[in-house]
C-alpha cells in the first residue's frame, strides 16, 4: 500500500533548451504522496516545462524521470494521463467545437464504443458523474464547449483531469481563470487529492495563496533550482527575494506615480451594451493607470471590449476625445492607435497554428501595403524583426 511521505516522481538532472533559451538547467526534483508542492518564480522561469515534462506533453533535452521508482518517458500526454499524471495546462486545455463529454473522454472513447459508434448517452452520463464528481452541476454535458465561457471551461478541464483519477495531479496558474467559487473548489480537490496519498504540484503567480495551500514549495529562477522550503519555512520576502534575486521593495513593479494630467484622452459616456453594461461612464486621462477590477461575472471583460469596440454599444458612446472619434467597432479603435490585449488571448489575440511572424504582421498589413490588395514581405518582416527586438527588453 502506498504511503504518504513516499516519493512519487521524482526528475533527476534535467536540462531542457529552445535553441539558445536555456529552460531548465540541471533541475532535481522530488513530489511526494499526500503533500501539495507549489513551484513559484517568475515568468519563464521553467515552472510550465518541467511540469509538461512531466505530463508527456513534451521531451527533455536531457536528465531522467522516474514514477513510482521506475523510469518514467512518457511520449505523450495520453500515455502520462493514462498512467495516473494529470495536468490542467496554463493554456486553454480543452477545444471549443466539441461537447462537453467528448472533451471529458478525448482519447478514451473505447468504453462508449457500440461497434463502429459512439453510445453518446452513455458517454454524456459518465461525463455528467465526472462533473458531479468534482462538484459541478450547472454544466450540461451533451452542450457544445464553445457554448461556456473561460472558467467553466477550465472547470470542465478539471473534471477531466479527475475523471483519470490522478496519482500525480498538476495545476499550472489555473487559479487566475477563476471566480472565488471556482478556486474554493479547486482547493478542495487538491486537498482531498493530497489526503488521499496523491502529490499535488500547484503553480500559481499568488503567493498568499500558495503559502496558505502548499505543504512544501520549490523555488525557480531562470530554470534552476533556488531553494525548497517545508511550510514552516514560509517568509514572503524571503520568497520573493529568492525569486528575484534581489532585495525586493513594495514598489518593485512600478515607482511611485507622478499623477496624472487634466486632459481626457478615452470616454464613456453611459454606455450600454447587450450583455454587461447599463450606463457605465469613466474618463482615463493621459498619463493615468485605470484599474478595473471585480469578480469574474462583475463585467469588468466586457467593458474592456466595448472600449474597444468589440462588444455593441446599444447606447450612450466611447470617444477618443483627442480627434473627437467614437470607437464604434475594433478597426475603428485600431486606427486610431488603441492597443487592447484580451483576457482569453490564445483565443482572440492569438493564432496558434500560425508562426509568430504572421501572429505580429497580422495587425500591419495597412503599414505593409504595396498597393491594392498586395503587401511587401520585405516591409512586413523587418516590422516582425523591429517589434520582437524592441518589445523583448
Ligand atoms: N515552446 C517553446 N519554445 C521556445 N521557448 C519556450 C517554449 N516554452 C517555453 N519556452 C521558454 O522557456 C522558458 C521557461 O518557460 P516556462 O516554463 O513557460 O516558464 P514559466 O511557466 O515559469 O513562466 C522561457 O524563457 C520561455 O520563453
Ligand atoms: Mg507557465
Same mark, same amino acid.
Given at each position: 500500500m502506498a504511503q504518504k511521505g513516499e516519493v512519487l516522481v521524482e526528475v533527476r538532472d534535467m536540462c531542457k533548451n529552445f535553441g539558445v533559451t536555456v529552460a531548465l538547467n540541471h533541475v532535481n526534483i522530488q513530489f511526494k504522496r499526500g503533500e501539495i508542492r507549489g513551484l513559484i518564480g517568475e515568468n519563464g522561469s521553467g515552472k510550465s516545462t518541467v511540469s509538461s515534462i512531466i505530463a508527456g506533453i513534451q521531451p527533455a533535452t536531457s536528465g531522467e524521470m522516474f514514477y513510482k521508482g521506475k523510469p518514467w518517458k512518457p511520449a505523450t500526454s495520453l500515455e502520462a494521463s493514462n498512467n495516473g499524471i494529470g495536468m490542467i495546462v496554463q493554456e486553454a486545455g480543452t477545444i471549443p467545437g466539441i461537447t462537453v463529454a467528448e472533451n471529458i473522454f478525448l482519447g478514451n472513447y473505447k468504453p462508449f464504443k457500440k461497434g463502429p459508434f459512439v453510445d453518446r448517452g452513455k458517454m454524456n452520463a459518465a461525463a455528467g458523474a465526472a462533473l458531479e464528481k468534482v462538484g459541478i452541476t450547472n454544466i450540461n454535458p451533451a452542450f457544445p464547449t464553445s457554448r461556456y465561457d473561460m472558467q467553466e471551461r477550465k472547470l470542465i478541464e478539471i473534471a477531466k483531469v479527475m475523471a483519470g483519477d490522478p496519482e500525480l495531479f498538476i495545476v499550472d496558474e489555473t487559479t487566475t481563470a477563476l471566480s472565488h467559487s471556482g478556486r474554493e473548489l479547486l482547493y478542495q480537490i487538491m486537498h482531498k487529492a493530497a489526503d488521499d496519498g496523491k502529490a499535488v504540484v500547484f503553480i500559481s503567480h499568488d503567493l498568499a495563496e500558495l503559502m496558505e495551500h502548499c505543504d512544501t514549495l520549490t523555488i525557480l529562477r531562470d530554470g534552476v533550482i533556488i531553494d525548497n522550503l517545508e511550510k514552516k519555512e514560509f517568509e514572503a520576502n524571503d520568497i520573493k527575494h529568492k525569486m528575484v534575486g534581489r532585495e525586493v521593495k513594495d514598489n518593485y513593479y512600478r515607482s511611485d506615480s507622478d499623477g496624472y494630467g487634466d486632459e481626457v484622452v478615452l470616454k464613456a459616456d453611459c454606455i450600454t451594451t447587450m450583455n454587461d453594461l447599463l450606463c457605465f461612464s469613466l474618463e482615463l486621462h493621459r498619463g493615468e493607470i485605470l484599474g478595473i477590477g471585480g469578480l469574474s461575472e462583475c463585467g469588468m471583460h466586457g467593458l474592456g471590449r466595448a472600449l474597444y469596440g468589440l462588444d455593441e454599444v446599444v447606447d450612450g458612446q466611447v470617444v477618443?476625445? *483627442?480627434?473627437? $472619434? $467614437? $470607437? *464604434?467597432n475594433a478597426e475603428t479603435a485600431f486606427r486610431h492607435k488603441m492597443g487592447y490585449v484580451s483576457k482569453n488571448r490564445d483565443q482572440e489575440s492569438l493564432e496558434l497554428n500560425a508562426s509568430i511572424g504572421a501572429n505580429i504582421q497580422s495587425v500591419g498589413y495597412r503599414k505593409n501595403r504595396i498597393f491594392g490588395p498586395f503587401i511587401s514581405g520585405r516591409k512586413c518582416s523587418c516590422t516582425v524583426k523591429k517589434q520582437a527586438t524592441e518589445n523583448n527588453r
Open positions: 477618443l476625445t *483627442k480627434d473627437n $472619434v $467614437v $470607437v *464604434k
